[in-house]
């Protein structure tokens, strides 16, 4: 009894409502501080991404064409998806209705898929690169990456209003009042969506992944073996080590992708049984903070990053 003296509720009806989150006010102010820096950094990063790919023509190849892709995904992201997460996390009263509670659960997917379909394409053009260079510019081209990269987003973007239109239908009643919640527990229906987009792309991706560093490593040890290059193997070599260097740091972003979703995965299958709620807190946003990394990757591994920042920064870009 002397508990529940402690326990709030969002209501005065104890047999319904949701309780209140106990969090002093410190703690309360200095998550929303952390949190609010989070989302500011990942949109600031992905602005500089995104403002460099399309501002200098000369960086309009297909592959940074998918990583400006990637960080509008990432954009979207900060900029909607952290702050919306976040509110929803931190109040455990849900006052925003429940059009509301659907569109975030809705961003939230979707910019997951976008990120994932984004990777996919990532991997399929370093496989191309790497595998079949001298039929790459003849077969990725940035007419049909466009038309890839809107293929994609056009794909996600439906099916995802699908599946939250399929999930509306079998929404169960909400443990207490005011709680934003569109299915309890794991169904078929997000089993077989989770397969669909995570379990497939994430097999493309490993599969393809793992036959580039077999073909790279293999072209290495010939290039190595040979005592002597003529000045057009010295060309080749350097074109192979770009694409290699290329198909590197991609790899890292695939990596990181994974390295934030399998913590969260792991809590979303266990129903956070074995994980602390501090703890389980944090690894739901581990997903978004790969929003925040991916620029930061670009920034350490790409020279033409580096250069068009401060050109940005500077407000040197006018000039150009």
């Not at 995104?50 to 200098?56: N, Q, R, T």
Request: proline letters at 3%.
């Amino acid at each position: 009894m002397e508990e529940n003296k402690d326990v709030q509720y969002c209501f005065q009806d104890r047999n319904s409502s949701c309780r209140k989150a106990l969090l002093s006010t410190s703690i309360y102010i200095t998550l929303y501080i952390f949190l609010s820096l989070i989302s500011a950094v990942t949109v600031f990063l992905n602005i500089l991404v995104i403002i460099s790919i399309s501002h200098f023509k000369q960086l309009h190849t297909p592959t940074n064409l998918l990583i400006l892709s990637l960080a509008v995904s990432d954009l979207l992201v900060g900029l909607i998806v952290i702050p919306v997460t976040t509110v929803a996390k931190m109040e455990s009263c849900w006052g925003f209705g429940k059009y509301f509670c659907v569109f975030q659960f809705y961003i939230s997917f979707l910019c997951t898929s976008l990120s994932l379909g984004n990777l996919v394409l990532i991997s399929i053009d370093r496989y191309v690169a790497v595998c079949d260079p001298l039929l790459y510019h003849s077969k990725i081209t940035t007419t049909r990456m466009m038309c890839c990269i809107s293929i994609t987003w056009c794909c996600c973007i439906i099916y995802r209003a699908a599946i939250i239109k399929h999930f509306l239908y079998l929404q169960v009643p909400g443990r207490c009042l005011k709680e934003c919640l569109i299915v309890e527990g794991i169904t078929w229906g997000n089993i077989i969506d989770l397969v669909i987009t995570m379990a497939v792309p994430c097999s493309i991706i490993i599969t393809l992944y793992m036959k580039i560093f077999v073909v790279a490593r293999s072209q290495a040890r010939k290039v190595f073996s040979k005592e002597a290059a003529s000045v057009s193997g010295v060309k080749t070599l350097q074109a192979k080590k770009s694409e290699k260097k290329a198909a590197k740091t991609l790899s890292i972003v695939v990596i990181n992708y994974f390295i934030c979703w399998i913590p969260f995965l792991f809590i979303f299958f266990t129903f956070s049984i074995l994980v602390d709620n501090f703890i389980s807190f944090f690894i739901s946003f581990l997903p978004l903070v790969n929003s925040l990394i991916n620029p930061i990757i670009y920034a350490f591994f790409y020279p033409w990053f580096k250069v068009t920042a401060k050109l940005i920064l500077t407000l040197k870009i006018r000039r150009l």
